[in-house]
């Protein structure tokens, strides 16, 4: 994915300037897909309400999906940054696997259920679902890294003696992800930590007797 | 959900033919939601393509939404019919949970993989992510009838002590419902019968070791 770059060696005053521009591309395109839909959002449109030019887009990124999913990228390191996360891209490991899902299930309801973040997610989330080259573009930048994390915690248990050896990793994460996602998606029950806590202990127990 | 009815007494030429008109709407209504988009879709546009009156869609229904989920709904008959199922409203009990939930999983595979169901499908899917009204909809009368189903099987486990007694039904179903709608909604991976087998096997022992 494209990063911003300023150019060779600026002076501060214009790394402030990029900077400021940079932030109000991101807010611009955020807002604007919350409130028309991914097909009717433009690079037009978006740095109109940045107050750019839309050649400063074009010199940073090549389409609006590419603006979008390093919007999305920066509004979750935001929110995890506010959450007290010391790194948005670590699952805690304290030994308990329970406890260190719980923990991170939790942050995702509080981010779930904040306003900034839900109404640009629905709208890539629901253009992901009819347009396949978006969804899976959303999918592999967007949602497999963080997935990845899940997968990276269940090893590490895994190699702790915690969860079986024959058990796939990324097949297992999906016992706590889908069921939060599809509540969230569509509207199949209410989101709370009692759920999500539910959620891991069944994964990790089971629901057959013993 | 208002049902097509025909005028009292109808002669036998004027049932076949409400029927058959009632097979166009259904049938234009779900080709039109896959080719614009639910937004797009209208109930004159569907009366044109079905080649019947306008008024004649107002008489049975009162919205396109309506005229939608029955589409559905005839469509997952249609489905289940076809796939030998004897009652479409029934998940087998012989006694084996885990055999009983991968046949009727093997099923939602093949459904989620047939084109006549994708594509109408993933437009009103997506649009209930973004219009929480529809969406809500969508999930009261489509998909919580057929969780519903699932709650009543994990019941009947649980009696007949195959399962925990201090188990959720509504919520244990998502363990294998909801990782197979978010692969299918989201392009999470791959959806196979070796997956959602393996769904249901993580889903009844847990993935922790014993």
Redesign the interface.
Known sequence: MPKPHAPDKPAPHAARRSEKSRRAIYDAALALVAEV?YPRTTIEGIAARAGVGKQTIYRWWSSKADVLLEAFLDLSDQASREAGAQDAYVIPDTGD?AADLKAVLRLTVDQLKDPRFEAPS??L??????N?EL??T??TKL??PS?QLYVDR?RAAQEA????RD??P???L??W???L???W?????PISYE?TD??VD?????????
Chains 1, 2 share one sequence.
């Open positions: 839909g696997l629905r709208a989330a629901a253009e992901g679902v009819v396949e969804g899976r959303f999918m949602l497999e997935l269940v003696g915690q969860v079986r058990i796939d990324r097949i297992a999906e016992l992800v889908s069921p996602a599809q509540r998606l569509q509207y199949t029950g759920y539910t959620l069944y994964a990790l127990h089971g629901i057959a007797a013993r």
